[in-house]
């Protein structure tokens, strides 16, 4: 029942900007920390931005501090990555994630494609 969907991804050049959202439903959202993590191709799945139930806390991974940011809006089920100054690097499939603890499960969007290219 848990279903979490990204939308916002694209094409874009070397500098732009692009704002990623994530839809979340069946489960109550304000209770739980929300995450981005991406996968380039030939590499590992790395986490990208985690953010708390409540927005209070956020932390980001070295290679996107000072150009990304992760916000929430509890109100509409949706977690925010605002990425600024891309670059080439961060070409990957973009993809939403929470940890229900109750359950020991991870739930997962199906991922949105982010192209840096100029």
């Known amino acids: 029942q848990v279903q979490l969907v990204e939308s916002g991804g694209g094409l874009v050049q070397p500098g732009g900007s692009l704002r990623l959202s994530c839809a979340a439903s069946?489960?109550?959202?304000?209770?739980?920390?929300m995450r981005w993590y991406r996968q380039a191709p030939g590499k590992e799945r790395e986490l990208v931005a985690v953010?708390?139930?409540?927005?209070?806390?956020?932390n980001y991974a070295d290679s996107v501090k000072g150009r990304f940011t992760i916000s929430r809006d509890n109100a509409k089920n949706t977690v925010y990555l605002q990425m600024n100054s891309l670059k080439p690097e961060d070409t990957a499939v973009y993809y939403c994630?929470?940890?229900?603890?109750?359950?020991?499960?991870?739930?997962w969007g199906q991922g949105t494609q982010v192209t840096v290219s100029s």
């Open positions: 069946g489960f109550t959202f304000s209770n739980y920390a």
């Open positions: 994630n929470t940890f229900q603890s109750v359950t020991m499960t991870n739930y």
């Open positions: 953010i708390s139930n409540v927005g209070g806390s956020t």
